[in-house]
C-alpha cells in the first residue's frame, strides 16, 4: 500500500534562501557529512547519493539554477532542513491524497493550516518570480512565525470529534478520520510549538505515493 511521509522542520527562510547564491561552501560539506548519519536511521527518502546531492547543492550555491532539471531542487530540503535547522518530527500517512485535507481544514474553518497545506514552498526559485513547476514532488510547505500563531490558535480552538462527525462527506475511507485527528491532535501541534519555542518558521515535507 502506499505511504505518504510527513516531516516537519524548524528553520529560518532567510537563512534557507540565503545558500541561493551565497557561493557558501560550509553548508553544503555540512549536508553532505550529514547523509550517512541520516540513511542510517532511515530519514532520507531521496538525498542519499553524495554525489548527486553535491552536484544539485552546488546549483543552488554557486549557480546557475536549472529549470528543466528533471528531479528539482524540493528533495534536497529533507537534507537542508536538518542541516540549517532542526526536525520537529515525522509521520507515516497510509494511502495517497493526503492533499485533500485542504479541504477539510478549511471546512473546519482553520483557514491558516489550508493555506499552509495547500501553498508550495518555492525554494530554491525567488517567491515573486515565476516557479518552474506549480505542483511539485516532494511538496514543501512553509509557515512563517507570524502563520504559526495563527495555526497555534486554530489547533487550540478545534473541536477534533468534527474530524469523525464530518468524515463521511470528506474521506473516502473512514479509517482516514483516524489519521487525521492523529496528525491535528497529537502531532501538528507539537510540531507548532516546537518552531514557535525556538523563533523561527516551520517547514513540512509531504513525499512519498503520490
Known amino acids: 500500500m502506499a505511504e505518504q511521509y510527513v516531516s516537519a522542520f524548524a528553520i529560518d527562510d532567510a537563512a534557507v534562501f540565503g545558500l541561493v547564491g551565497s557561493d557558501d561552501d560550509v553548508p553544503v560539506r555540512m549536508a553532505l557529512a550529514k547523509i550517512r548519519d541520516l540513511s542510517t536511521a532511515d530519514r532520507l527518502l531521496r538525498a542519499t547519493d553524495p554525489g548527486e546531492v553535491e552536484t544539485a547543492l552546488r546549483e543552488i550555491v554557486t549557480g546557475p ?108 475511507d473512514e479509517d482516514d478520520a483516524e489519521e487525521v485527528e492523529w496528525l491535528l491532535a497529537d502531532n501538528l501541534p507539537g510540531w507548532v510549538s516546537g518552531a514557535r519555542a525556538q523563533g523561527l518558521g516551520m517547514l513540512l515535507i509531504r513525499d512519498g505515493g503520490r
Request: glycine share 10%; no cysteine.
Open 65 to 172: 539554477l536549472d529549470p528543466g532539471r528533471s528531479s528539482g531542487y524540493g528533495w534536497l530540503l529533507e537534507l537542508i532542513g536538518p542541516t540549517l535547522g532542526s526536525p520537529l518530527g515525522h509521520v507515516v500517512l497510509p494511502g495517497r491524497g493526503w492533499d485533500r485535507l485542504e479541504g477539510a481544514f478549511r471546512s473546519w474553518d482553520l483557514a491558516a493550516s489550508a493555506d499552509l497545506w495547500a501553498r508550495p514552498w518555492p525554494f530554491p526559485w525567488s517567491p515573486a518570480g515565476p516557479h518552474p513547476d506549480p505542483d511539485p514532488w516532494p511538496f514543501p510547505m512553509f509557515a512563517s512565525p507570524d502563520e504559526l500563531d495563527r495555526i497555534h490558535d486554530e489547533l487550540a480552538a478545534f473541536d477534533t470529534d468534527r474530524i469523525h462527525t464530518d468524515a463521511d462527506d470528506l474521506f473516502p
